[in-house]
């Protein structure tokens, strides 16, 4: 770490609402400064221009981290918007001067490479959570992100990829050596018993505490496929009348997702409880885990649940299969699937001891491939790379 002593490291991310790619970001900041490095993070509100920050923010200032809030950062595509946000932080990394620039999210990649490159930084690196062009959209659209895609690896000096899943998938052309593989870590946490759990989960909303949880944790954003563990639940409620979908996180699906509910007569089986701050101490109140996505990098909320020894049944996308070998140490069903969610779901309801077991063993695969130490040093490895 002495090899970091000194050295003027500026993060950047679109967004500053919580999510996974924002504890990345947090953790690396963090173990960064501890080792002597100066660490800057830069990042946009919640996902409109001027847009008040998120838990991000508040945690990085928490760590006494220095911050710059980037007001025309946002998710949402448009040219006028896109050239403020580059002038903008353009402007930070001409003032701040740092030695290192590491860029997460795909806005943040493509304008943080162009306004590193246009200032001059030695070593761009750029970490793809998962490829913008595996979303879905039409094929003009996934065309133009692919390209874009392209033009961030081509201005960065190295791109991290989370799996072997988005190192095979990179639009690379010409450009697949500056790509390395760097998985996803976990670090040990504190976890509250499932009594307390429930306990504390339901202080607003009415959720029976002994009934069986079906939780998942995530934006609600279409990506995350909540309306497929919705519509699986559906199909479950007649044999398993006991069993409720708790939803931890917010998001711009939260109107859409409760139509969905109320239209397939289960509201009073489905809680979108909302944001919970410090949601994974809160893990062990699941009798289940579900991550419906369609797409994903490598997840550190999969991570979470494998580290709290929970049973889970995930989509076979992205990363998903690095952590989960089917039927070994947890379930894969097909993106989109409900039918696939709906048997899986039954299978563990109906063999509570597969799904102990499933916990266990993924808790020990969490433990001896996903440390967070491990993320730690290899990724100083890439920043040390000439």
Same mark, same amino acid.
Not at 41 to 60: I, W
Not at 96 to 99: F, V
Not at 101 to 115: D, E, P, R, W, Y
């Given at each position: ?21 924002q ?18 993070? /830069? ?20 760590a006494?981290?220095a ?8 998710? +949402?595509?448009?040219?006028?918007? !896109? ?12 003032r701040?001067? #740092? +030695?290192i ?15 590193a490159?246009?200032? *001059?930084?030695?070593k ?75 306990? /504390? ?30 519509? &699986? ?15 931890? *996180? ?36 699941? +009798? ?10 490598? #997840?550190? /909320? ?22 989960? !070998? ?9 993106? *989109? ?8 779901? !039954? ?7 597969? &799904?102990?077991?499933?916990?266990? &063993? ?14 730690? !040093? ?9």
């Open positions: 770490m002495d090899m970091v002593r000194g050295k003027k490291i500026l993060f950047v991310i679109t967004k500053s609402n919580w999510g996974g790619a504890a990345y970001v947090y953790a690396l900041a963090v173990h960064l400064q501890k080792n002597g490095a100066m660490v800057t993070v /830069a990042f946009g509100g919640t996902g409109r221009p001027g847009a008040e920050t998120g838990l991000l923010a508040l945690r990085l200032r928490e006494g981290m911050i710059e809030v980037l007001s025309s950062f946002a998710r +949402d595509v448009s040219l006028p918007q !896109e050239l403020c946000a580059f002038k903008e932080l353009r402007a930070v990394i001409q701040l001067r #740092p +030695d620039v590491h860029l997460n999210s795909s806005k943040a990649g493509g304008l943080g490479a162009l306004a490159r246009t200032t *001059g930084v030695q761009i690196i750029y970490t793809a959570h998962g490829w913008a062009h595996r979303e879905s959209r039409n094929s003009l659209k996934k065309l133009f992100v692919r390209f874009a895609s392209w033009i961030t690896i081509v201005l960065s000096h190295t791109v991290i990829v989370v799996s072997g899943l988005d190192y095979r998938d990179a639009p690379v052309l010409f450009s697949r050596k500056k790509l390395v593989v760097v998985r996803n870590g976990s670090a040990p946490f504190p976890l509250l018993s499932k009594k307390e759990a429930r306990e /504390a989960l339901t202080k607003n909303a009415p959720i029976p505490l002994e009934a069986t949880w079906l939780i998942t944790q995530a934006e609600l954003h279409p990506n995350k496929g909540i309306a497929v563990a919705i519509t &699986a639940l559906q199909k479950i409620i007649s044999t398993h009348p006991n069993t409720y979908l708790v939803v931890v *996180g917010e998001g711009e699906e939260r109107a859409a997702l409760e139509e969905l509910a109320s239209t397939l007569s289960i509201s009073d089986h489905v809680f979108l409880i909302g944001f919970v701050t410090d949601s994974r101490t809160y893990l062990r109140a699941a +009798d289940i885990f579900l991550m419906p996505s369609y797409k994903e990098g490598l #997840p550190i /909320a999969l991570l979470e649940a494998g580290f709290a020894s929970l049973p889970v049944i995930a989509s076979n996308t992205g990363g998903i299969p690095e952590v989960i !070998e089917d039927e070994k140490n947890a379930l894969l069903v097909a993106p *989109g699937s409900t039918s696939e969610l709906a048997a899986a779901i !039954e299978s563990l309801l109906n063999d509570a001891e597969k &799904a102990q077991h499933f916990g266990k &063993a993924l808790h020990a695969c969490v433990l001896k491939s996903f440390s967070e130490e491990r993320m730690f !040093e290899e990724t100083l490895s890439v920043y040390l790379q000439k």
